[in-house]
């Protein structure tokens, strides 16, 4: 395991992102951009209760999509990609 | 593989620390499931700005003998005894040796699985930036810097004074805290506070760590305009509206109970809060509930319940007794909160024709009025029908129409099919313990 008081680095949408120990993925979302996913109809979202509720932060983890990102911790190397445009 | 447990403690905040804490102290198999990525619950969540007693049970929590699987989440109870859970980063970094789900076998269930915010819609409440009091809090904990960003709090209870007091020690500049309740509703709670030190001093640091901001009464936002993101909130005080720049609105109308699991094992519930015993048993015979779920009281009554529900599963029943005496008193202030928190009827005028209500199909309030009840929304519009299942709009569409849920089916939580079906390995093995 890293040290604690190392900073964990990865990219959102290809933009590279430094964060703290025990960051949440979310947290690393909205340092990159300013929305998570896009809605049925358009909208842009972003996370709304913070706890693994809504599924408003979904994002791309990996490859794997449809990840709650408020619940899951930032790692080393991560990729993650929010929605752009209309899924 | 299938663990077998005396007890299976479901949610790690306060009651689920305490009653597994307890239970594990008596001798007894604990096993605990909790979703979040640490334990604390929502109201312990890591970070700094800890009170002492958070410090104190996480801590004999780390040290008990316990079977913890944090970052897990109990999607079904396939049958009496049985409890079925997902790994949250199942699909990630996914390697052979780790199962995606596993079977807890259990002789008792404890449900301690909390509560929620009640968000209420709003046009504007679905931008970038509008989150929950706690959510919003929650995000800066996990990492969101907040330091120099402009934050209105509003909703209403005692969340929004303790969220805006954490956010400003992180140095967020709060033009306001607006609170939908009257003075005259909060009496009673402002003196249940005056007669408990406790919560009187802490009620008093966190105004002093707030007291550059208004705090306001009777106080709501109408609207939250902005393009990509939130820009500004127009807020309304006795028919007076004015708009206030800000980036981010933490927005939560009080707490609604986390009742699922509860309803999909057959619990009795009592005016949408699980109804149990004096020992924090269930309806159903070996279902315990402790914390939010059997009536928002805060952290201290939470403890208590966890406590007295770890107590009873172990045999203790005289000890557990004493300690539920101790309840009563508790319970006065858990009705002065409900009281403080009713909602002003104006407050369901907010929604106009095209706000959504449902943010998972955005369905707008046009589409659910004149429909006949909760089900048939579901059948006609796709209301609650995303992912979240009606976790969020279905306090709201209570609120508006006194809708309330029938039925609750599983999964609880979406689910992976291979979660159900991969073979199974020991979920403890793959990865270290957070």
Redesign the interface.
Known sequence: MADPLDKVTLTVDGIVVQVGPGATVAAAALIAGLQTRVSVSGEPRAPLCGMGICFECRVTIDGAPHQRSCQILCAPGMQVSTARELP | MIHDFDIVVVGAGPAGLAAAVTAADCGLRVGVVD????PGG?IWR??AHLPAAARRWKARFAAAHVVRLQ?W?IVDCPEPGVARAQR??A????DSSAADGTSLRYRHLLLATGA??R?LPFPGW???????A??????VR????IAGKRVVVAGTGPLLLAVAAHLAARGAEIPAICDQASLARMAPLVLQVLRQPGKLWQGASYRWTTRASRYLTRCWPVSAEGD??LRSVTLQRDGKRWSVACDYLACGFHLVPNTELASLLGCRLEHGFVATDQLMQTSVPNIWCAGEPTGIGGVELSLLEGQIAGLAVAGRTSDAHRLARGRRGALSFARALHRACRLNPQLRDLASHNT?VC????VELGALLGRAGWRDARLHTRCGM???QG??CGAAAEFLFGWRADSVRPPVF?ALVSSFLEPEADPMTPR?A?
């Open positions: 979703d979040n990525p640490a929502q890591s970070g970052g989440r949250n980063d699909e990630i970094g996914r929620r915010e968000f679905t931008l970038p930036n509008v989150m929950g706690g959510g919003l809090d929650a995000m996990g990492g969101l810097p990509s993101r959504i943010r998972c199909e955005d995303g992912p979240c976790r969020i979406p270290e957070v």
